[in-house]
C-alpha cells in the first residue's frame, strides 16, 4: 500500500488531501484514490489520469464522491493522478498536485553469472530475487543441464548433471502477475575422473584449539588449506551473524569478524573447483564489559521519596536486580552511620538510627564490575518534646518549746499548687495554703520528721529532722 498526500491552494473549493491506496496484485489490478471532501459547498470532483508525470489526459467526473477506483491497471505500470473541484462542469477549481504510484512492481533477481561443473558432480545454487512488495515469489529456469533442477518455491537448484555440454540458462522469478529474468551459460564438463577428495583446512590463529575466549568484541582467524588440486576459497559464518570470505587460500586470513556476547561459534570452510568442501570450527566466548548499573529500589517503609517519624530510628527493606547480578547492598544516612543490609536481591537493613531533623538515607546496589545504583529516602525525625522538670521544694524548720508543747516553724519555696499537705513523721497532719511557711504546735518530743507534698501530686519536698 502506497499513500501520499496532495493539497491545492488556489480556489476556494480546491481540494484537500489525497490518499493513494494500491489493491493487492492480480490479473486486471485496482488502484483507489481517496481524498478529503472540500469544505465549501461544490458540485462535483473531476479525477485526472495518466500515465506520465505531468501528462493527465483522462479525465473522470465521479460527482460528489470522495474517491475514485481505476479499475483496469496494467501490473508494473505507473499511475498519475490528480484531484479538481468544480462548481459545475464550466466552472472547475484548480488540479491538485499529483501524486504517482503501482498497482504492482516487478521482482528482481540477481544473475548468478557463468557457471562450469563437472558431470556427476553434486552442485547447489540458491537464486536471490526479491520483491518491492515483499509478495512471495515462485521461481523457473529453462534450459538446466539434465539431471539438475530448481525448486519452484526457494530458488534452490541442486542436483549432478548427466550430460556434457554448454547451456543456455534462463532463471526466473515471479510474483504471480511480473516476473524478472536473468541468463546465463552452464558448462557441464564431461570428465573420466571426478574430483571427490575435500580440502583440508586448519585454524591456527588465534589458536589451535578449539575454543577461544576473546577479550574484544572482535576477532580475526587465519590457518591453511589444501587440496589435490587447489583450494578455490575459504569462507567463513558466525552462527550469532555474519559471513564472508576470507582472503588467500592455501593461507588465508579473515577480516575481523565481529561477536556477540556469549558464545559464537565461527565455521571456516575450504572449497575446491569441484564443489568438494571441509571446515573446521572454533568455538569463541566473548563477555561484553558490564556498563549497566544494577537497580534497587526502597519499598518499606516507603516507596515515596520522603518519610516522617517520632522514634529515632527506621528500618529499610526493598529489592535489586542487575543482569549479572548484585554483589551487595550498602547504605549510608548522611547525618551518621553505613552499613550492609541482610541480602540482595531482596534486601533489609534492620536499623538506622536517626539524627533529629533531615537524615538522607542512600541505599546503594552494586554488581561485580563496580557499577552501582542507588535510591534515596529522605527522613524527617521529630523527637517528642521533652517534658518539663517537676518543681523542687526546699523545705527548711527550726524549732522552739515552751512547757509540754513544742512550736516548729516551716519554711519552704513557693511553687505551682494552690495547697500542700504537711507530714510530721510521715504522717499527713493539715493541708494548708502554699504560700511558703506553716507552724506546728505539738506535744509531740524531738526529734520530729517533717517533709510536704502539693495537694494531688507527686512534687514533694525533702524531708527535715529538728532537734535531732
Known amino acids: 500500500m502506497n499513500a501520499a498526500h496532495l493539497t491545492a491552494s488556489r480556489s476556494s473549493f480546491a481540494v484537500a488531501v489525497l490518499f493513494f491506496v494500491v489493491a493487492s496484485p492480480a490479473r486486471a489490478d485496482f488502484l483507489t484514490v481517496a481524498w478529503d471532501p472540500n469544505v465549501e459547498q461544490i458540485g462535483g470532483y473531476a479525477v485526472y489520469s495518466g500515465t506520465q508525470p505531468g501528462s493527465l489526459p483522462q479525465r473522470y467526473d465521479v460527482g460528489d464522491t470522495t474517491t475514485f477506483t481505476l479499475s483496469n491497471a496494467v501490473a508494473g505500470q505507473q499511475y498519475c493522478f490528480a484531484v479538481a473541484a468544480y462548481l459545475d462542469p ?31 558432480e553434486s552442485v547447489t545454487l540458491q ?13 523457473s ?12 518455491s526457494t530458488g534452490y537448484i541442486s542436483g549432478a548433471g548427466t550430460t556434457g555440454g554448454t547451456y543456455s540458462v534462463e532463471a526466473r522469478a515471479s510474483d504471480g502477475v511480473l516476473s524478472a529474468s536473468q541468463s546465463f551459460s552452464w558448462v557441464m564438463v564431461a570428465s573420466p575422473t571426478l574430483d571427490i577428495t575435500p580440502p583440508l583446512i586448519t585454524i591456527t590463529t588465534p589458536t589451535s584449539s578449539t ?91 516507603t516507596q515515596a521519596p520522603a518519610y516522617s517519624v517520632a522514634i529515632d530510628e527506621v528500618s529499610l527493606d526493598g529489592t535489586a536486580a542487575d543482569d549479572r547480578g548484585v554483589t551487595a547492598v550498602t ?95 510521715g504522717v499527713r497532719i493539715t493541708n494548708t ?31 527535715i529532722v529538728v532537734g535531732g
Request: hydrophobic share 30%; proline share 8%; net charge negative.
Open 331 to 425: 547504605w549510608a544516612n548522611d547525618r551518621g552511620g553505613t552499613g550492609f543490609s541482610e541480602g540482595t536481591s531482596g534486601w533489609r537493613v534492620p536499623s538506622v538510627r536517626l539524627q533529629a531533623g533531615t537524615n538522607v538515607i542512600s541505599v546503594t546496589a552494586q554488581d561485580a564490575a563496580g557499577n552501582r545504583g542507588v535510591d534515596v529516602l529522605t527522613v524527617d525525625y521529630v523527637p517528642p518534646p521533652t517534658p518539663s522538670p517537676e518543681p523542687s521544694i526546699v523545705l527548711t524548720a527550726t524549732a522552739s518549746s515552751r512547757k509540754q508543747w513544742t512550736r516548729v516553724f516551716l519554711r519552704w519555696n513557693v511553687v505551682p499548687g494552690s495547697s500542700v499537705d504537711v507530714y510530721r513523721n
Open 127 to 139: 537464486l536471490q530475487g526479491s520483491d518491492p512488495e515483499q509478495q512471495p515469489l515462485s521461481y
Open 90 to 120: 464550466s466552472v472547475e477549481g484548480p488540479r491538485s498536485n499529483e501524486v504517482c504510484g503501482f498497482s504492482n512492481q516487478p521482482p528482481t533477481l540477481v544473475g548468478p553469472g557463468d557457471r562450469t561443473s563437472n558431470v556427476g
Open 211 to 301: 575454543s577461544y575466549v576473546s577479550s574484544g568484541a572482535t576477532v580475526q582467524i587465519a590457518g591453511t588449506a589444501s587440496d589435490t588440486t587447489s583450494v578455490s576459497q575459504v569462507t567463513w559464518v558466525n552462527d550469532r551473524g555474519g559471513n564472508g570470505t576470507a582472503v588467500g587460500t592455501t593461507s588465508w586470513s579473515t577480516a575481523s569478524i565481529g561477536l556477540q556476547g556469549g558464545t559464537n561459534v565461527i565455521t571456516l570452510t575450504a572449497h575446491d573447483a569441484a564443489g568438494n568442501t571441509n571446515i573446521d570450527t572454533l568455538t569463541v566466548t566473548y563477555t561484553p564489559p558490564d556498563t549497566l548499573a544494577p537497580a534497587v529500589s526502597i519499598v518499606t517503609p
Open 433 to 463: 495554703s502554699n504560700d511558703g511557711s506553716y507552724t506546728d504546735s505539738t506535744r509531740n518530743r524531738l526529734p520530729l520528721s517533717y517533709h510536704l507534698c502539693v495537694s494531688g501530686t507527686t512534687v514533694c519536698s525533702n524531708t
Open 141 to 152: 529456469a529453462t534450459g538446466l543441464p539434465p539431471g539438475i533442477t530448481v525448486m519452484a
